[in-house]
Protein backbone atom coordinates (compact mmCIF):
# COMPACT_ATOMS: atom_id res chain seq x y z
CA UNK A 1 0.00 0.00 0.00
CA UNK A 2 1.41 3.51 -0.96
CA UNK A 3 1.75 5.97 1.48
CA UNK A 4 -1.00 7.92 0.56
CA UNK A 5 -3.35 5.50 0.57
CA UNK A 6 -1.92 4.34 4.62
CA UNK A 7 -2.66 7.36 5.24
CA UNK A 8 -5.85 7.59 3.35
CA UNK A 9 -6.78 4.30 5.63
CA UNK A 10 -5.50 6.17 8.81
CA UNK A 11 -7.75 9.13 8.59
CA UNK A 12 -10.50 7.65 6.33
CA UNK A 13 -13.50 10.03 6.16
CA UNK A 14 -16.50 8.77 8.43
CA UNK A 15 -18.49 7.55 6.03
CA UNK A 16 -18.43 6.81 2.33
CA UNK A 17 -19.46 9.41 -0.62
CA UNK A 18 -22.82 8.76 -2.19
CA UNK A 19 -23.09 7.64 -5.56
CA UNK A 20 -21.35 11.01 -8.03
CA UNK A 21 -24.78 11.50 -9.50
CA UNK A 22 -26.31 12.45 -6.01
CA UNK A 23 -23.26 14.76 -5.07
CA UNK A 24 -23.61 16.80 -8.64
CA UNK A 25 -27.50 17.14 -7.88
CA UNK A 26 -28.17 21.04 -6.97
CA UNK A 27 -26.88 23.64 -9.12
CA UNK A 28 -25.54 26.75 -8.31
CA UNK A 29 -28.28 29.69 -8.87
CA UNK A 30 -26.87 33.16 -10.21
CA UNK A 31 -27.87 36.08 -8.16
CA UNK A 32 -30.77 38.40 -10.11
CA UNK A 33 -29.83 41.88 -8.85
CA UNK A 34 -32.51 43.51 -11.82
CA UNK A 35 -35.39 41.34 -9.14
CA UNK A 36 -34.68 43.32 -6.16
CA UNK A 37 -33.98 47.05 -5.08
CA UNK A 38 -31.61 47.44 -2.89
CA UNK A 39 -31.20 50.67 -2.82
CA UNK A 40 -33.12 51.38 0.46
CA UNK A 41 -30.61 48.88 2.22
CA UNK A 42 -27.71 50.56 1.14
CA UNK A 43 -28.91 54.13 1.65
CA UNK A 44 -29.59 53.15 5.15
CA UNK A 45 -25.65 51.86 5.70
CA UNK A 46 -24.91 55.25 4.29
CA UNK A 47 -25.85 56.58 8.39
CA UNK A 48 -24.07 53.74 9.66
CA UNK A 49 -19.94 53.50 10.32
CA UNK A 50 -17.30 50.48 9.48
CA UNK A 51 -17.43 48.78 6.29
CA UNK A 52 -21.50 49.51 5.71
CA UNK A 53 -20.49 53.28 5.55
CA UNK A 54 -17.74 52.12 2.86
CA UNK A 55 -20.06 50.19 1.01
CA UNK A 56 -22.70 52.84 0.35
CA UNK A 57 -19.78 55.20 -0.64
CA UNK A 58 -18.42 52.39 -3.07
CA UNK A 59 -21.72 52.21 -4.74
CA UNK A 60 -22.06 55.79 -4.85
CA UNK A 61 -18.88 55.92 -6.33
CA UNK A 62 -19.52 53.52 -9.01
CA UNK A 63 -22.95 55.07 -9.95
CA UNK A 64 -21.05 58.28 -10.79
CA UNK A 65 -19.05 55.80 -12.79
CA UNK A 66 -21.53 54.51 -14.50
CA UNK A 67 -23.25 57.98 -15.01
CA UNK A 68 -20.26 59.58 -16.38
CA UNK A 69 -20.83 58.97 -20.14
CA UNK A 70 -17.08 60.74 -21.03
CA UNK A 71 -15.92 57.58 -18.40
CA UNK A 72 -14.90 54.37 -19.61
CA UNK A 73 -15.37 52.05 -16.79
CA UNK A 74 -13.23 49.08 -16.58
CA UNK A 75 -14.26 45.86 -14.00
CA UNK A 76 -11.59 43.56 -12.86
CA UNK A 77 -12.39 40.16 -11.73
CA UNK A 78 -9.88 38.12 -9.62
CA UNK A 79 -11.24 35.12 -7.31
CA UNK A 80 -13.74 32.42 -8.08
CA UNK A 81 -16.72 34.58 -8.97
CA UNK A 82 -18.67 32.84 -11.58
CA UNK A 83 -18.69 29.40 -10.02
CA UNK A 84 -20.24 31.31 -6.63
CA UNK A 85 -23.26 32.51 -8.62
CA UNK A 86 -22.22 36.30 -9.93
CA UNK A 87 -22.65 35.57 -13.77
CA UNK A 88 -25.85 37.34 -14.08
CA UNK A 89 -24.94 40.10 -12.09
CA UNK A 90 -21.64 40.85 -14.46
CA UNK A 91 -24.18 40.06 -17.71
CA UNK A 92 -26.49 42.27 -16.50
CA UNK A 93 -24.25 45.02 -15.87
CA UNK A 94 -22.48 43.99 -19.71
CA UNK A 95 -26.07 44.31 -21.53
CA UNK A 96 -26.71 47.37 -19.69
CA UNK A 97 -23.24 49.69 -21.05
CA UNK A 98 -22.13 49.56 -17.66
CA UNK A 99 -19.05 48.02 -18.01
CA UNK A 100 -17.02 48.92 -21.11
CA UNK A 101 -14.02 46.39 -19.99
CA UNK A 102 -12.90 43.27 -18.24
CA UNK A 103 -9.58 42.50 -17.18
CA UNK A 104 -10.03 39.05 -15.37
CA UNK A 105 -8.36 35.85 -14.37
CA UNK A 106 -8.90 32.31 -16.66
CA UNK A 107 -10.67 30.71 -14.21
CA UNK A 108 -13.51 33.43 -14.16
CA UNK A 109 -13.94 33.50 -17.89
CA UNK A 110 -13.18 30.40 -19.48
CA UNK A 111 -12.93 28.06 -17.12
CA UNK A 112 -16.36 29.06 -15.52
CA UNK A 113 -18.18 31.85 -17.89
CA UNK A 114 -17.44 29.77 -21.33
CA UNK A 115 -17.36 26.37 -19.17
CA UNK A 116 -21.21 26.83 -18.41
CA UNK A 117 -21.96 28.06 -21.99
CA UNK A 118 -21.31 24.52 -23.25
CA UNK A 119 -24.36 23.95 -20.95
CA UNK A 120 -22.54 22.81 -17.71
CA UNK A 121 -23.27 23.48 -14.40
CA UNK A 122 -21.45 24.36 -11.16
CA UNK A 123 -23.16 22.52 -8.16
CA UNK A 124 -23.92 23.49 -4.20
CA UNK A 125 -21.71 21.50 -2.21
CA UNK A 126 -23.17 20.33 1.06
CA UNK A 127 -21.77 22.40 4.29
CA UNK A 128 -19.64 18.84 5.58
CA UNK A 129 -17.39 19.06 2.55
CA UNK A 130 -15.81 21.97 3.63
CA UNK A 131 -14.05 20.21 5.86
CA UNK A 132 -11.60 18.54 3.62
CA UNK A 133 -12.02 15.26 5.10
CA UNK A 134 -13.57 13.67 1.52
CA UNK A 135 -11.31 15.63 -0.74
CA UNK A 136 -9.47 12.33 -1.70
CA UNK A 137 -12.33 10.29 -2.57
CA UNK A 138 -13.79 13.00 -4.61
CA UNK A 139 -10.50 13.47 -6.57
CA UNK A 140 -11.38 9.29 -7.55
CA UNK A 141 -14.59 10.46 -8.24
CA UNK A 142 -13.05 13.22 -11.11
CA UNK A 143 -15.27 16.16 -8.73
CA UNK A 144 -13.27 19.48 -8.19
CA UNK A 145 -13.98 21.26 -5.27
CA UNK A 146 -14.00 25.37 -4.74
CA UNK A 147 -15.01 26.23 -1.41
CA UNK A 148 -18.54 25.39 -1.32
CA UNK A 149 -19.10 24.11 -4.62
CA UNK A 150 -18.41 21.21 -6.74
CA UNK A 151 -17.61 21.20 -10.49
CA UNK A 152 -17.83 17.99 -13.36
CA UNK A 153 -13.67 17.37 -13.75
CA UNK A 154 -15.05 15.29 -16.73
CA UNK A 155 -16.94 18.32 -17.73
CA UNK A 156 -14.03 20.77 -17.79
CA UNK A 157 -11.67 18.56 -19.82
CA UNK A 158 -14.14 19.03 -22.79
CA UNK A 159 -13.71 22.34 -21.60
CA UNK A 160 -9.71 22.34 -22.41
CA UNK A 161 -10.42 19.83 -25.34
CA UNK A 162 -13.11 22.59 -26.81
CA UNK A 163 -10.21 25.74 -26.09
CA UNK A 164 -7.92 23.54 -27.94
CA UNK A 165 -9.46 22.99 -30.91
CA UNK A 166 -10.25 26.46 -31.51
CA UNK A 167 -6.31 27.19 -31.17
CA UNK A 168 -6.21 25.08 -34.15
CA UNK A 169 -8.80 27.01 -36.67
CA UNK A 170 -6.83 30.11 -35.32
CA UNK A 171 -4.18 31.74 -37.86
CA UNK A 172 -0.54 30.60 -36.23
CA UNK A 173 0.51 33.59 -34.38
CA UNK A 174 0.67 35.04 -31.55
CA UNK A 175 -3.10 36.54 -30.39
CA UNK A 176 -3.72 39.51 -27.82
CA UNK A 177 -5.97 37.37 -25.16
CA UNK A 178 -8.74 39.94 -25.96
CA UNK A 179 -8.48 38.65 -29.29
CA UNK A 180 -8.87 34.89 -28.39
CA UNK A 181 -11.37 35.83 -25.71
CA UNK A 182 -13.43 37.66 -29.04
CA UNK A 183 -13.01 34.33 -30.70
CA UNK A 184 -14.69 32.30 -27.73
CA UNK A 185 -17.06 34.79 -27.58
CA UNK A 186 -17.72 34.55 -31.57
CA UNK A 187 -18.17 30.60 -31.56
CA UNK A 188 -21.17 30.81 -28.35
CA UNK A 189 -22.64 32.82 -31.00
CA UNK A 190 -22.54 30.66 -33.45
CA UNK A 191 -23.34 27.75 -31.60
CA UNK A 192 -25.67 29.19 -29.08
CA UNK A 193 -25.57 29.80 -25.59
CA UNK A 194 -26.61 26.66 -23.69
CA UNK A 195 -27.57 26.57 -19.91
CA UNK A 196 -29.43 29.41 -18.87
CA UNK A 197 -28.67 31.42 -21.87
CA UNK A 198 -26.25 33.97 -20.69
CA UNK A 199 -22.68 34.31 -20.34
CA UNK A 200 -20.06 37.09 -20.06
CA UNK A 201 -18.02 35.78 -23.10
CA UNK A 202 -21.09 36.07 -25.27
CA UNK A 203 -22.64 39.17 -24.42
CA UNK A 204 -19.45 41.29 -24.16
CA UNK A 205 -18.51 39.70 -27.82
CA UNK A 206 -22.03 41.15 -29.00
CA UNK A 207 -21.48 44.49 -27.58
CA UNK A 208 -17.72 45.46 -28.06
CA UNK A 209 -16.28 45.14 -24.64
CA UNK A 210 -12.63 43.55 -24.73
CA UNK A 211 -11.90 40.98 -21.86
CA UNK A 212 -8.28 40.95 -20.99
CA UNK A 213 -6.93 37.89 -19.18
CA UNK A 214 -3.60 38.83 -18.23
CA UNK A 215 -2.37 35.24 -17.61
CA UNK A 216 -4.33 33.35 -19.75
CA UNK A 217 -2.38 30.00 -19.49
CA UNK A 218 -3.80 29.58 -16.45
CA UNK A 219 -7.05 28.20 -17.02
CA UNK A 220 -8.62 25.90 -19.83
CA UNK A 221 -7.57 28.24 -22.51
CA UNK A 222 -3.93 27.19 -21.02
CA UNK A 223 -4.97 23.29 -21.03
CA UNK A 224 -6.20 24.02 -24.65
CA UNK A 225 -3.07 25.61 -26.08
CA UNK A 226 -0.67 22.86 -24.69
CA UNK A 227 -2.60 20.65 -26.81
CA UNK A 228 -2.63 22.98 -30.15
CA UNK A 229 1.34 23.51 -29.65
CA UNK A 230 1.71 19.80 -28.98
CA UNK A 231 0.12 18.99 -32.35
CA UNK A 232 2.14 21.35 -34.19
CA UNK A 233 5.29 20.74 -33.04
CA UNK A 234 4.52 16.95 -33.67
CA UNK A 235 3.36 17.76 -37.42
CA UNK A 236 6.84 19.38 -37.75
CA UNK A 237 5.21 23.16 -37.97
CA UNK A 238 7.45 25.70 -36.85
CA UNK A 239 4.15 28.63 -36.26
CA UNK A 240 1.68 28.10 -33.86
CA UNK A 241 -1.12 29.87 -31.57
CA UNK A 242 0.21 31.83 -28.55
CA UNK A 243 -0.33 34.34 -26.25
CA UNK A 244 1.19 37.91 -26.95
CA UNK A 245 0.88 39.46 -22.61
CA UNK A 246 3.04 42.31 -24.53
CA UNK A 247 0.34 43.15 -27.21
CA UNK A 248 -2.45 42.53 -24.51
CA UNK A 249 -0.56 45.37 -22.38
CA UNK A 250 -0.72 47.72 -25.12
CA UNK A 251 -4.54 47.07 -26.15
CA UNK A 252 -5.42 47.50 -22.83
CA UNK A 253 -3.29 51.02 -22.61
CA UNK A 254 -5.36 52.04 -25.66
CA UNK A 255 -8.78 51.83 -23.68
CA UNK A 256 -7.18 54.22 -21.46
CA UNK A 257 -5.76 56.16 -24.15
CA UNK A 258 -8.46 56.67 -26.30
CA UNK A 259 -11.36 58.28 -23.46
CA UNK A 260 -11.15 61.33 -21.74
CA UNK A 261 -11.38 59.55 -18.24
CA UNK A 262 -11.40 55.98 -16.95
CA UNK A 263 -12.66 54.49 -13.46
CA UNK A 264 -12.19 50.68 -11.76
CA UNK A 265 -14.81 48.48 -10.53
CA UNK A 266 -12.25 45.57 -8.95
CA UNK A 267 -13.55 42.26 -7.64
CA UNK A 268 -10.26 41.31 -5.65
CA UNK A 269 -6.85 42.84 -5.98
CA UNK A 270 -3.85 40.17 -7.67
CA UNK A 271 -3.08 40.69 -11.43
CA UNK A 272 -6.45 41.87 -13.17
CA UNK A 273 -6.06 44.98 -10.48
CA UNK A 274 -2.44 45.86 -11.00
CA UNK A 275 -3.20 45.35 -14.70
CA UNK A 276 -5.38 47.61 -15.00
CA UNK A 277 -3.97 49.96 -12.55
CA UNK A 278 -0.78 50.20 -14.71
CA UNK A 279 -2.68 51.52 -17.73
CA UNK A 280 -2.89 55.29 -15.88
CA UNK A 281 1.09 55.58 -15.40
CA UNK A 282 1.61 54.20 -19.30
CA UNK A 283 0.47 57.36 -21.09
CA UNK A 284 4.35 59.11 -21.39
CA UNK A 285 4.94 56.27 -23.84
CA UNK A 286 2.11 57.58 -26.16
CA UNK A 287 3.69 60.91 -25.73
CA UNK A 288 0.84 62.04 -23.03
CA UNK A 289 0.34 63.53 -19.46
CA UNK A 290 -0.44 60.67 -17.38
CA UNK A 291 -3.66 61.21 -16.08
CA UNK A 292 -4.83 59.03 -12.82
CA UNK A 293 -8.22 56.90 -13.32
CA UNK A 294 -10.83 59.11 -11.66
CA UNK A 295 -13.18 56.57 -9.89
CA UNK A 296 -12.26 53.63 -8.42
CA UNK A 297 -13.70 50.78 -6.19
CA UNK A 298 -12.24 47.60 -4.28
CA UNK A 299 -13.89 44.91 -2.61
CA UNK A 300 -11.55 42.85 -1.07
CA UNK A 301 -10.92 40.45 2.05
CA UNK A 302 -7.25 40.88 1.97
CA UNK A 303 -4.77 42.94 4.52
CA UNK A 304 -1.83 45.09 3.72
CA UNK A 305 0.08 44.46 6.14
CA UNK A 306 1.69 41.09 4.97
CA UNK A 307 1.78 41.87 1.84
CA UNK A 308 -1.54 41.01 0.54
CA UNK A 309 -3.51 43.24 -1.80
CA UNK A 310 -0.76 43.94 -3.47
CA UNK A 311 0.09 45.51 -0.90
CA UNK A 312 -1.56 48.55 -2.37
CA UNK A 313 -4.52 50.52 -0.73
CA UNK A 314 -6.68 52.47 -3.57
CA UNK A 315 -4.93 55.60 -1.55
CA UNK A 316 -1.32 53.88 -1.87
CA UNK A 317 -2.13 53.36 -5.32
CA UNK A 318 -2.45 57.19 -5.72
CA UNK A 319 1.52 57.93 -5.08
CA UNK A 320 1.96 55.71 -7.86
CA UNK A 321 -0.17 58.12 -10.05
CA UNK A 322 -2.58 55.23 -10.53
CA UNK A 323 -6.05 56.48 -8.81
CA UNK A 324 -7.49 59.54 -7.99
CA UNK A 325 -8.31 59.81 -4.62
CA UNK A 326 -11.28 62.21 -4.52
CA UNK A 327 -13.85 59.23 -5.87
CA UNK A 328 -11.76 55.90 -4.29
CA UNK A 329 -13.58 53.60 -1.64
CA UNK A 330 -11.97 50.24 -0.61
CA UNK A 331 -14.50 48.06 0.93
CA UNK A 332 -13.08 45.26 2.95
CA UNK A 333 -16.37 42.54 2.20
CA UNK A 334 -16.42 39.22 0.87
CA UNK A 335 -17.20 39.35 -3.03
CA UNK A 336 -20.35 37.75 -2.81
CA UNK A 337 -21.97 39.90 -0.07
CA UNK A 338 -20.44 43.52 -1.63
CA UNK A 339 -20.87 43.24 -5.59
CA UNK A 340 -24.25 42.54 -5.87
CA UNK A 341 -25.04 45.57 -3.70
CA UNK A 342 -23.15 47.69 -5.08
CA UNK A 343 -23.63 47.06 -8.66
CA UNK A 344 -27.51 46.25 -7.67
CA UNK A 345 -27.46 50.52 -6.51
CA UNK A 346 -26.19 51.59 -9.63
CA UNK A 347 -28.22 49.54 -12.28
CA UNK A 348 -31.44 50.43 -10.23
CA UNK A 349 -30.65 54.48 -10.19
CA UNK A 350 -30.70 53.35 -14.25
CA UNK A 351 -28.23 56.23 -14.75
CA UNK A 352 -27.06 53.44 -17.91
CA UNK A 353 -30.03 54.28 -19.98
CA UNK A 354 -28.22 57.33 -21.26
CA UNK A 355 -24.91 55.59 -21.39
CA UNK A 356 -23.47 55.19 -24.85
CA UNK A 357 -21.92 51.52 -26.25
CA UNK A 358 -18.50 52.42 -26.33
CA UNK A 359 -17.37 49.31 -28.10
CA UNK A 360 -13.84 49.35 -27.56
CA UNK A 361 -12.95 46.73 -29.26
CA UNK A 362 -13.75 48.18 -32.79
CA UNK A 363 -11.79 51.23 -31.23
CA UNK A 364 -8.96 49.08 -30.76
CA UNK A 365 -8.75 46.80 -33.51
CA UNK A 366 -8.54 49.84 -35.70
CA UNK A 367 -5.41 50.83 -33.72
CA UNK A 368 -3.86 47.91 -33.62
CA UNK A 369 -5.31 46.02 -37.52
CA UNK A 370 -4.43 42.28 -37.82
CA UNK A 371 -6.12 39.76 -39.45
CA UNK A 372 -8.63 37.86 -37.25
CA UNK A 373 -8.88 34.69 -39.32
CA UNK A 374 -10.45 31.67 -38.55
CA UNK A 375 -9.84 28.44 -41.07
Not at 80 to 99: P, T, W, Y
Not at 116 to 136: C, P, T
Not at 266 to 283: C, H, L, R
Request: aromatic share 8%; net charge negative; proline share 5%.
Amino acid sequence: MSLAKETQAEFAPPSPLPPRSEILQSPIKHFDMTAVDVRPVVEQMASTAFSGRDLARAARIFDAMTGDHECAAILTLAGSLISAGMKHVIVDMLEANMIDAVVSTGANIVDQDFFEALGFKHYIADDRYKSGVWDDQLRELMIDRIYDTFIDEEELRVCDDLCGEICDRLEPRPHSSREYMGVLGKHLDEVGVKGDGKSILHTAYKKGVPIFLPAAADCSAGFGMIQHQMRRMKAGESTMFSIDAVRDFYELCLVKDKNPSTGLFMIGGGVPKNYAQDIAVAADIFGKEPTMHKYAVQITVADVRDGALSSSTLKEACSWGKVDVAEEQMVFSEATVAMPLIAGYAWHNRKWERRPEKRLVDVIESETPTEQAVA
